[in-house]
């Protein structure tokens, strides 16, 4: 499974109902559905991506996320999971808001448009940053809101969430146990870490 | 939507159910189009009040179930299939005739669509069939969905893939989506897709390689699955 999908997933309660936004293949689905017990949806627009989570044995709908979440009923579900998702989204507030209003609790994983070397790539080359975490060119991402962690942050306390649990992520995508030794603060995080993982509940 | 209707009177029996370009509910524009398809038979003085079977001295109202059946193939079709496959070409010349019989293509395909129909359906059969659809509305029970909803909490119901075409305009992508939404707040484990395809309601009939390749990857998971020999579509 990728890195950051397995820190997602350890902070799923078992047994749960889960909808996945931007679920891909299935793969998370599948693993919660399988390990966990967990019922869930999925919801994708990638042609191969739903053929693949269909073959799977997962649930998944075609939609839109920035126009058609309302598809989805008032506290339908557990837990809304947004796994590198909420920067390709046209109006990532309002999906914030659809994850309350479906669920009440988010998982969202995101990359650290703050990581040093994306600020040094815009600081010292003058250029938008193409990493391994980032490997999109401006011109053709699906990456349209990028955000740094202290950005992110406070579009939740913004939208009325409280984070309950934040891990962060190397640049492989998995938990970076060595930048705990860097602090909780926001500030180190911001520049060290390639994303991060929140538990979050509104 | 006799799948569908399969999964909510036997959810157990059924452990994959494909509901394609379906309504569970007729709009009044699909139920207008069967009105007037049941007037053009009924209003055939061959009709003989539905009792034409029993008059050796008439054939039926074969006027009437040829234009209820021309009617409805143009619902089938989209406006863009439509225009690629006949265009303004005429049938049997190059330039207009000026009459009233047929002249242009479409309208040969239509009378031809009429004709072949009269040798493989009856009209009461069609009147019944249209009727039966105009009343389908199974969710209009609020304890419709109960029983699927039971069977699936403890793995024993009906998954489903529900999928519409982008161009069929009888049965929208709309009429898909409700479908689903119903079944996703009874948490029917459902799959939907919107298929992009130009021919109209006609491409569930049709080699859409989306389409298959998607019932395709839900039928592999399905002949996986414990109790994958119990399928509807």
Known sequence: MRPDLEVVAKLVTPRTRVLDLGCGDGQLLADLASRLGCMGTGVDRDPASLLAAIRRGVSVIELDLDSQLGEFGDASYDLVVVSQTLQAARHPDQVLREVRRIAGHGVVSVPNFGLWKHRAALALRGRMPVSAELPHPWYDTPNIHLATLTDLEDLFAAEGFTVERRVLLDAAGRAAGGLRGVGPTRLAANLMASGAVYLISG | ?233
């Open chain 2, 1 to 233: 939507m006799q799948a569908l209707q399969w999964a909510l009177d036997a959810p157990e029996e059924v452990g994959h159910a494909v509901v394609i370009a379906a309504s569970s509910r007729l709009s009044a524009q699909n139920i207008a189009f069967s009105a007037v398809a049941r007037s053009a038979i009924m209003r055939d003085p061959e009709f003989a009040e539905g009792r034409y079977a029993e008059d050796p001295t008439t054939e039926g109202p074969r006027t009437g179930l040829a234009i209820a059946r021309m009617m409805a193939h143009i619902t089938y079709l989209s406006e863009q299939a439509m225009a690629e496959k006949f265009g303004r070409r005429f049938q049997d010349s190059d330039a207009p005739r000026h009459r009233f019989g047929v002249d242009f293509a479409v309208e040969s395909y239509l009378e031809h669509q009429g004709r072949t129909f009269l040798d493989r359906f009856d009209a009461l059969s069609y009147l019944y069939l249209t009727r039966a659809l105009d009343y389908f509305d199974p969710f209009a029970d609020p304890a419709a969905t109960d029983a699927l909803q039971a069977s699936c909490a403890v793995g024993r119901g009906t998954r489903f893939l529900v999928l519409s075409f982008d161009s069929d305009w009888r049965f929208a992508t709309s009429h898909s989506r409700r479908i689903v939404r119903v079944l996703e707040r009874a948490r029917v484990p459902t799959s939907f897709r919107e298929i992009t395809a130009p021919h109209g309601h006609d491409s569930f009939l049709l080699d859409v390689p989306e389409y298959l390749a998607t019932v395709r990857a839900f039928l592999d998971h399905a002949a996986q699955a414990p109790g994958g020999s119990r399928h509807a579509s």
